[in-house]
């Protein structure tokens, strides 16, 4: 993947507060530890919501082709004993976060139990690397030819921050860009990163 593309990777930290407050009233409403919303699942529905925003980020490399698909398919990165799948969440745009927690939670079910199909992992358009459940702050994510674009998600954490002149303890996640070069410039990278953040800090923007 790095010899073969430009890859360039931007970093940002976003306030998680109405993650974890989203994250939270939705699991009030289920019953039973399997049903239970992930973090994931609110994550990719924020991140299509934002390559609907901004689709030149939703693109692959094909020969000398540039192709921007109209269709947003997201893969979320998961480990199956030594190896590392990236199972696909279909339309996850078109979906509500429950639909995307059930199908996130199958596809786990599916990987632990090495029952994945080849149709689980193909044709994604963009992948999400969350490594938060290992208490890493921050990576570089490596990209998934023929994808341009790929979010690597960071653990939780209070951190002291300055607001209006006082210190205050805020739940903080870190985020991580990469992207090729090749297809996307920095400034409509950045300006993707910005949106995916503000979603993570007022997710009714998803709806807005």
Known sequence: SLSRTAQLSLHTE??????????????????????????????VKIAATALREHPRMNASVGGDEIMVWEQIHIGVAMESEDALLVPVVRNPDLKSISEINRELNELIRKTRENRLFPDDLANGTFTISNLGFADIDHFTPILRPPESALLGVGRIVEKPVVKEGEILSQAMLSLSLSFDHRIIDGAPAARFLKTVKDMIEDPLLMIA
Do not use: I, M, S
């Not at 993650?19 to 049903?35: A, H, I, P, S, Y």
């Open 14 to 43: 976003a306030c998680a507060e109405a993650l974890v407050g989203l994250r939270d009233r939705l699991n009030k409403q289920v019953r039973g530890e399997e049903l239970r919303f992930t973090f994931n699942a609110v994550l």
